[in-house]
Structure formats: structure tokens, C-alpha cells
């Protein structure tokens, strides 16, 4: 086997997604799905396509110019699955709010400054779910409650420049699991917030997703982040998946060479005095992508030709373990991990 | 500790900022709240540097530690206190004297793409500080090529503007213009808080190799404790404007004291999602409070797991805890008892 | 690595050339600049050379050709002394340039000198400049400019100085709304931290940084130059008869309307190319000095 699939009962996926804006390859044949009351990571540096490949999936990139292949499956009620890639706007709107939950990374700029947090939490209980004014109202103070925000029934009435940093993100949550979606998307969510807040946002997703069975993708630049709320794993790097696993067995058996460096590069608690292991250079440009492996230009493993000019394929190192690199053969990986 | 370089002693920061509950006719009829709030972003702090040393600045947004290395370079007016740079206060000096002692004090800042100018190529901004102050005239590029070189850049990168370069790059010119002027200390605010994990580990590499090199000294401010941990040999943990704890770096993370320093290393992460998802952690309840009405006695006592009611009395005194470990908290001894985590 | 090695590896480096050349170079790529470099390349000819150009002198007379219609003799026709129309719409360039160019620079200096100093100090010489600035505002433009030639007396000074009274404040506003924005970059404050003084900041580092919308207003402010001094003239305050100006020469024809359209026909079409090739040069500016698109090109 050479790829991976969307599953049949995955809630949401994207399979062999690829995403071109003029001459730069943002996405390249990227696959990844997640189930009902799983917790997708995604990690990446900045330009990997991380957030790309959510935005581009959900219709959140406007096309043309953007050149949008695969497919992009939603899990509906009745057990099937449709594309979101070819539904009309008019069909996107009504899953985007009601089916799929957003919370992006700047909680400031993501809610309207003009707008009490009430209105912003009631507008997709009455568009998606046709609730009344006064039910909804109800409902919105449910809904800050269930994210622990204190004193809900007053906070309901503040403007966002009222309220903090971590309240206004646990607004964002809040506004994102209004409508009880299948799937909630957390883009950064807690990149711009402070490491004590961040701890209170990861257990309240990490609960609510508990009580509700809702399936999360979050992304993120910070393996330690993810590390403790994920179930699995998908690195993204250059546009292209180079390593997908289960949680436990990405950290114990990191096997792309990007992998490791990303983990040898991030400071630690009670890491001092050595110097920190590098990845040299940066990422690649989008629109002048390597012929051969993505990450060729920074491999310390690289063998000569084939890495140079050869795209290495997906390979499943494991069970459910995929690696996109000639270099992580299983006995190499046994000598790192 | 190494032969003392800067001393900052009894520092304080205070901002007026108009008042939005109070009105011109209140202040007429001499009631109601005053028309000006003062934002106390920084109280009372102190810490010394030493030659070839660094010293960690750590909290969280509204902490005061970018207020504290902004005041050093007197980009914001300090209300009270000193900073003693070789002998010489920093906050009395005056034109040629100022300008002098500014040469010896260097800033790297969080952003590096927005603090380059966008009109100049790299190698003028870099070369900036050697014209403002009149150095190396005459083989000025020829300095400008040595400092691409010292941070491990190609000399070809003449010429270029800061948008043609990568995060990594800009961050690496903008050190290369901190170090134009030969500087004594470096201020990095944040400094590897903008770039990715890969090109974080080489850009604290390059700062790390840089001090050995040029026996530089570093107040390295960030949020960042694992950061923190690996570039400092000395760590002040700040909170709303004061100091909670210091201690030297290995102390700091061995036998954290302070209740505060204790809920910021808990809510890191931990390396291994095996026991992140078991281990116990502090998860601090509430915000920062406002640095315009700070809370009476210690300032963390409102979200403090361990608080007495005696927490709201008074300013906590800095309690001596060993040799170079201090930390600002009534209950410090009663709590190492109990083990941190 | 040797010195020319070094030069031959930048030359190399696609973009590497300083900004003003791209900048040109954008804005030379487009066939409506091509467009407006020629009609405005024609009017500076007419202005330079108009002696040459000109068939005729501005004012000689010869009543037995009034109201000549357009034809071989003369390409334009003739007014009602005779004289040749198309000799003086050439020979208004110079005028009409001279007013144009002199007024709005007068207002670029003042106007930016006043923009630059409220912006980066504030304060209270900000509240000065501004609240002068909202004062000239609340006059409409004609009525201060007629003001301003009461007061000095009619002629082509006074149409210069009035003209640069009246277009200094949208200098001065346009200059300080940039100042304030880029005042706060980092860079400005990183600056400071290198021990910088505020004439180093203000013209190395803002200077060149708010240049792109002073630019691109200097160009639209020409074309309201132009149609402010044929304004003025129009209403026999700015060139004085028999010197002619395009404005001057509209006015002069509104009592002939009936006689020869050609008479307020010509010199209207060189006022309307004339403003509309600056118009759209400004236009053309504004997108290639965008510095969204200068920073996006790597993000």
C-alpha cells in the first residue's frame, strides 16, 4: 500500500488534497482524516500548509486564484459521506457554523468589535438552528457557562474589548460549539495567549470534546502543545504530509528526519548547557519546491541522487505509522528512537 | 557571580492614561474618580547583571518585563529608580553622556521583519548605528561584512531588503546591528519568540556562541520558561509589575519557590504526552488583574492557589531562600514543605 | 570570496535591485502611464518650446481672420481678434505650468514640513498644526483662493501663492495620518534604541516611509493646480489679458459661445487631458508604491 484513505466512518477528511496559487504549490497530495471524538493534530512551521489545508477544505479559500484538487469529506448523519469541494456556497454556509466549529488564533480580531458577545453567539442559533430570539439569548449564557467563563449572565452583555485575552478565545469556543458541530477546527488557538491561560483553554476543549463526542483538529506550530491533547499526528512540511502517527508512537518512534529535528530543536524543560540541535536553513519556497524530497536542502540523513530527484512516496513504517522519506527506514529509526 | 556590569535598583514605571469613567465636570466639582489612572506597569524592581552573563526576565503579558528592558534604553520614562551601567546612571545621563552609554547597551525586539526599516537594504541598517555614532568611518562596509559574517550570514546579502530574507535571516540582521557598536549588554526582548522551532534553535545557538565569543552580557526577556531555561544563567520571574522570585537557573527550575513560579512551570507541557495526560498540574483560576488598580499586598494573591488572608495586607518582602534565590511570598517557607508539582 | 565575485552574486540575485527602480520599472510596464508620459511630455515641450511651436505670437491681432473655423490656415481657427487659437493654446503651457508646478510645490514643502512635525511629536504642536489645518478646510478651495487674490491683487504671482495656500493643509494631513502610523513601527522605536536623533529618525527612517501617498498626492494635486489656476483665471483673477492661459482663454470665449464653439472647445480639451494624464499617473502610482505589494512578495 502507497497511500492513505479517508476512512468510511471518519467525520471529517481530506483526501489527496492539493492547493496551487499561481506558480506556488501551497498543498501536495495531502491526506488526513479524523474520527468522531478524536483529536487530529496538525503541526508545522509557518508556510508548511497547516492552515491552508483546513481553509482550502472548507471552501475558506476563495477559488479562483486558488486551484483546489481532491476531495474533502464530511461525515453526514446517515453515515455517508459528501464533498465539500463541490457543494455550492449556498451549500458551504449552511455547514460551515452549524457542522464545523472555527476558533482561529487572535481572539481579538476575530470577534466584531461593534457586537455584543451575546449577538455573536445568538447569530448561528438563529440562522443554522432557527431558534427564537429569547431561546437563543438562553442559550448563550449556556454556552459561555459550559466554557467557564464566570458570572455568564453578565459577561453575555460585554463588548469584546471588555473582556480578556483567554475570555475572549473561550468566546471564540463558545461561538464555535454553539450549534453542536461534528467537527471544531482550532487554527493556533492558543499561540497568542499566555502559557497559564493556554493550560485553562486545553482542558476545556480537552472536557468539552469528553462530553460532547466532537471530533477536533488543532493546529499548531508546538509539538508539546499538541503532544498532550492529540490522539494522532499529522507533520506537515512543504506542503506535503511527512509523517503521520498515533501520538505515543510519533514520540517514541520519530522516524522523518524533519520529525527529529523538530524535536531536537525545541527547547525543553531541564535541557540546558548542550547546544541545541539545528535544522540548518529554512523552509522551502512554495513556488520553487525541490523536484526530489521537500526537505532535501536541510537533511543531515540525505542520500545523494535518488533524495535530489526522486519524490519519496508515503510508506507505512508501521501500523498506522506513514513516513514520506527514504531516509526513515525502520533501521535507522531504531537507531534514534 | 561574575564582576557586576548593570544594576537596576528600585526601578518603577508608572503610565498615565486618561481615566473613561471620569468626566471634566466631576474634576471641576473635585469629585468622583480622578481624570488620570496611572497604569503601574512596573514596581519597585531590582536585579543586577554581570560581564558575560545572562539574566532571564520571564512572565506573562502584563508582567512589566518588556517594560523593564523599554526603561533601560529609556524608550520609556522611568518614574523612579536606577539603573547603574559601569558606575554611571543611565536614567540622569544627558546628550553626549546618554549617547555614550547608549552605545554600550543594544536592543534586539520580538518582530525583526517590522524593526527594519522596509525602504533601506540590510546593510544600511545595519551600518545605522556605525553612522549615529561616527564609527569606523571610511571602512564602514567592511564592518558591516564582518558583522553578516559573526552572525553567520553571506556577505552577497548586501543590498538585499529585509522582505527578500527569511524570519531566521531578518532576526540574524538585526543582531548584526545590535553588535555594531562592540555593546557591552544586549536586551533581546522576545527575540526568538516570532520564529519558527527550527530557526529558534539557531538563532539561541548563534546568541549562545556570540556571548562566548564576545564576553557579551544578556537580559534575554520572554515568555517562554523552556527558552528561558536554556539561554539564562539567572532568572527573574516577573508578575504584574514586580518580582516574584530570582535565582540562579538551575535552582530556579530544581526548587521553584514562589506559588507563581510553580503554576508557570506546571502549565508547560510536558515532553513526554504520556504523562502530560496523568501528571498532576496547577491550573491557575481567573486573569492578570488590571495593572491600573493592582490588588493590595502581594499582586498574585487574587489567583494564588495557596493565598492567606494575611497575602492582602502587605507588600511581600523579598525572603532569602539560599544563596543568589529569593522570593517575594509570606508562605515561602511553610510551602517547601510541601513538594512542588 | 572576492570583491567582484561578491557584486557578480548580487547582481545575480533576482530583485535585488534598489526600490525606486522596481517601482519605476511596475510603473512602466503599463500602457496608460505610456499614455500620460506622452501628453504630459507634449505640454513640457509646449511650455518649453512654445516660441518655436507656436505659428503665430500669443497676441498678434488681425480682425479681418476673426472667427476663423478650423482649417489649413490655422488648425484651430481663430478668435475674435483674429488671433490664432492653437498658437495660444501652446504658448498657456508655460503659464499654466509654471503656476501648477510652483503652487504645489510650495504646498509640498510646507504641507509636509507641517505633516512631518505634528505627526511625530504630537502634542501641542500637533493640536496647532491641526486645528489651523480644520480651519482652512471649512472654506471651500475657490472661495479662500478669491480671498487670498483680494487681498494680494490679481496676476500670476498671487494665482501661485493662493493656489499654494489652499493645497498645503491636504499636504499637511495626508503627511501626519502616514507619520502617525509608521511612527509606532518597531523600527522607529529600534532606532531609538540605538541612540538616534529625532532629525536622523524623521528623515532617514519616516521620511522615506510616508513618501508613497505624498507622491501620489503631489501627482492628483497638479491636476487640481492646473484646473484651481484656470479656475481663477477663468474668473479674470489669474493671468492677466491679453497673456493667455487656458482658463483665461475659456473665460474670454463664454461671450462668443454662439460665434465659434472652437474658441472654448481647444483650450478646454488641454485642460481635460492634461488633468486626466496627471489623474491617472496619480492612480498608476498609488498601485506601484503600495507597500503591500512591495512587503507580500516573500511573507
Known amino acids: ?337 | 557571580m561574575s564582576e557586576e556590569l548593570l544594576r537596576v535598583e528600585g526601578l518603577q514605571v508608572r503610565f498615565p492614561v486618561r481615566n473613561a469613567n471620569a468626566s471634566v465636570r466631576d474634576l471641576i466639582q473635585r469629585k468622583g474618580p480622578a481624570l488620570t489612572q496611572w497604569v503601574h506597569a512596573v514596581e519597585d524592581v531590582t536585579f543586577t547583571v554581570g560581564r558575560g552573563e545572562t539574566l532571564g526576565l520571564v512572565g506573562e503579558s502584563g508582567s512589566g518585563k518588556s517594560t523593564v528592558g523599554n526603561a533601560i534604553m529609556r524608550l520609556v520614562p522611568a518614574s523612579a529608580g536606577s539603573v547603574i551601567l559601569d558606575g554611571e546612571n543611565l536614567l540622569d545621563a544627558k546628550g553626549e553622556q546618554l549617547r555614550k552609554l547608549r552605545r554600550r547597551v543594544a536592543m534586539v525586539f520580538q518582530d525583526p521583519l517590522a524593526s527594519l526599516d522596509p525602504r533601506r537594504p540590510i546593510d544600511e541598517s545595519i551600518a545605522d548605528p556605525l553612522q549615529i555614532h561616527g564609527l569606523h568611518k571610511g571602512r564602514r562596509s567592511q564592518r558591516v561584512a564582518e558583522l553578516l559574517t559573526m552572525v553567520g550570514l553571506p556577505k552577497r546579502f548586501m543590498g538585499r531588503y529585509p522582505h527578500e530574507l527569511s524570519g531566521g535571516q531578518r532576526q540574524r540582521v538585526c543582531i548584526a546591528r545590535a553588535l555594531a557598536c562592540e555593546p557591552d549588554l544586549i536586551i533581546l526582548d522576545e527575540a526568538t519568540a516570532s520564529l519558527d522551532v527550527s530557526v529558534q534553535a539557531q538563532v539561541m545557538n548563534l546568541l549562545k556562541r556570540l556571548q562566548r565569543e564576545l564576553g557579551l552580557s544578556f537580559i534575554f526577556i520572554a515568555h517562554d520558561l523552556a527558552v528561558v531555561e536554556y539561554m539564562s544563567d539567572r532568572v527573574m520571574v516577573l508578575y504584574l509589575g514586580r518580582a516574584m522570585e530570582v535565582a540562579g537557573r538551575s535552582e530556579l527550575y530544581a526548587h521553584p519557590a514562589h506559588p507563581y513560579t510553580r503554576a508557570l512551570m506546571s502549565a508547560i507541557p510536558a515532553e513526554d504526552p504520556i504523562a502530560e495526560r496523568t501528571r498532576r498540574r496547577i491550573v491557575l483560576t481567573g486573569d492578570v488583574p488590571s495593572p491600573l488598580n493592582p490588588p493590595s499586598g502581594c499582586v498574585f494573591r487574587t489567583r494564588c492557589p495557596d493565598a492567606i488572608d494575611a497575602c492582602a495586607e502587605a507588600i511581600p518582602p523579598m525572603e532569602v531562600l539560599g544563596e543568589d534565590h529569593t522570593a517575594a511570598c509570606i508562605r515561602v517557607h511553610d510551602l517547601a514543605a510541601t513538594p512542588p508539582r | 570570496m572576492s570583491a567582484a565575485q561578491v557584486t557578480a552574486d548580487t547582481a545575480a540575485v533576482t530583485g535585488s535591485a534598489p526600490l525606486w527602480r522596481r517601482s519605476l520599472k511596475a510603473l512602466l510596464a503599463s500602457p496608460v502611464v505610456w499614455f500620460c508620459l506622452v501628453v504630459l511630455g507634449t505640454v513640457l515641450l509646449c511650455a518649453v518650446f512654445g516660441e518655436q511651436i507656436a505659428p503665430q505670437s500669443a497676441n498678434e491681432t488681425d480682425v479681418s481672420r476673426a472667427f476663423t473655423p478650423p482649417g489649413p490656415d490655422a488648425w484651430m481657427g481663430t478668435d475674435d481678434l483674429g488671433r490664432d487659437v492653437f498658437s495660444r493654446v501652446v504658448l498657456s503651457a508655460a503659464p499654466t505650468l509654471q503656476v501648477s508646478v510652483t503652487s504645489v510645490g510650495i504646498a509640498l514643502v510646507v504641507g509636509v514640513t507641517l505633516g512631518l512635525l505634528a505627526g511625530y511629536y504630537r502634542g501641542w504642536v500637533d493640536v496647532v498644526v491641526m486645528r489651523v489645518v480644520d480651519v482652512m478646510f471649512a472654506f471651500p478651495v475657490m472661495l479662500l483662493a478669491i480671498a487670498i487674490v483680494a487681498v494680494l491683487g490679481a496676476g500670476l504671482t498671487t494665482a501661485i501663492i493662493a493656489i499654494g495656500v489652499v493645497y498645503t493643509p491636504i499636504f499637511a494631513r495626508v503627511t501626519r495620518a502616514s507619520v502617525l502610523s509608521v511612527r509606532e513601527e518597531p523600527f522607529i522605536k529600534a532606532a531609538k534604541s540605538l541612540g538616534a536623533r529625532d532629525s536622523r529618525i524623521i528623515f532617514t527612517h519616516v521620511l522615506p516611509n510616508v513618501s508613497a501617498p505624498i507622491i501620489v498626492q503631489t501627482s492628483l494635486s497638479f491636476a487640481f493646480a492646473i484646473l484651481s489656476e484656470a479656475a481663477l483665471s477663468f474668473l479674470g483673477l489669474g493671468v492677466q489679458p491679453p497673456d493667455p492661459s487656458w482658463g483665461r482663454m475659456l473665460f474670454d470665449a463664454k461671450s462668443f459661445l454662439n460665434q465659434g464653439w472652437w474658441l472654448s472647445v481647444f483650450p478646454g480639451a488641454a485642460i481635460f487631458i492634461t488633468v486626466l494624464a496627471f489623474n491617472l499617473i496619480g492612480d498608476a502610482l498609488r498601485d506601484v508604491l503600495d507597500p503591500k505589494t512591495m512587503t507580500k512578495e516573500r511573507a
Not at chain 1, 33 to 38: A, M, N, P, T
Not at chain 1, 137 to 160: F, H, Q, T, W
Not at chain 1, 218 to 244: F, K, M, T
Open chain 1, 1 to 337: 500500500m502507497t497511500t492513505t484513505n479517508v476512512s468510511t466512518t471518519a467525520a471529517f477528511g481530506v483526501d489527496d488534497l492539493s492547493v496551487r496559487i499561481g506558480s506556488a504549490q501551497i498543498l501536495n497530495g495531502v491526506t488526513w482524516s479524523v474520527e468522531r471524538g478524536e483529536t487530529l493534530g496538525i503541526v508545522g512551521e509557518s508556510g508548511s500548509g497547516k492552515s491552508m489545508t483546513v481553509l482550502s477544505a472548507t471552501g475558506l479559500v476563495p477559488r479562483p486564484p486558488a486551484v483546489v484538487t481532491g476531495r474533502a469529506l464530511l461525515g453526514q448523519p446517515d453515515g455517508s459521506q459528501s464533498d465539500l469541494l463541490t457543494m455550492t456556497a449556498a451549500q458551504l454556509r449552511a455547514v460551515r457554523g452549524r457542522r464545523l466549529g472555527y476558533v482561529f488564533q487572535d481572539p481579538s480580531t476575530s470577534l466584531n468589535p461593534l457586537l455584543t458577545v451575546e449577538r455573536q453567539l445568538t447569530e448561528g442559533l438563529e440562522y443554522h438552528l432557527k431558534m427564537r430570539p429569547a431561546e437563543a439569548s438562553k442559550r448563550a449564557v449556556e454556552l459561555l457557562e459550559m466554557v467557564g467563563i464566570p458570572d455568564p449572565a453578565r459577561r453575555v452583555k460585554n463588548y469584546p474589548h471588555e473582556l480578556s485575552g483567554g475570555m475572549r478565545q473561550r468566546v471564540m469556543i463558545a461561538i464555535a460549539l454553539s450549534c453542536d458541530p461534528e467537527v471544531l477546527i482550532a487554527d493556533e488557538p492558543t499561540t497568542a495567549l499566555d502559557v497559564t491561560i493556554q493550560a485553562q483553554i486545553v482542558d476545556i476543549v480537552r472536557s468539552l470534546q469528553q462530553r460532547l463526542g466532537t471530533a477536533v483538529i488543532w493546529i499548531s506550530h508546538d509539538l508539546g502543545v499538541v503532544g498532550g491533547l492529540a490522539d494522532r499526528i499529522v507533520v506537515l512540511y512543504g506542503g506535503q504530509v511527512v509523517e503521520q502517527a498515533d501520538v505515543e508512537t510519533l514520540f517514541e518512534q520519530r522516524s522523518h528526519p524533519y520529525t527529529q529535528g523538530l524535536f531536537a530543536a525545541r527547547p525543553t524543560l531541564g535541557r540546558t548547557g548542550n547546544e541545541l540541535v539545528t535544522i540548518s536553513g529554512s523552509p522551502p519556497d512554495p513556488r520553487e519546491l525541490p523536484p526530489g524530497c521537500v526537505f532535501y536542502d536541510r537533511c543531515e540523513l540525505r542520500l545523494d541522487d535518488r533524495c535530489r530527484t526522486e519524490r519519496p512516496p508515503l510508506v507505512e513504517l508501521g501500523p498506522e505509522h506513514w513516513v514520506r522519506s527514504f531516509c526513515a527506514t525502520p533501521e535507522r529509526q531504531e537507531a534514534t528512537a
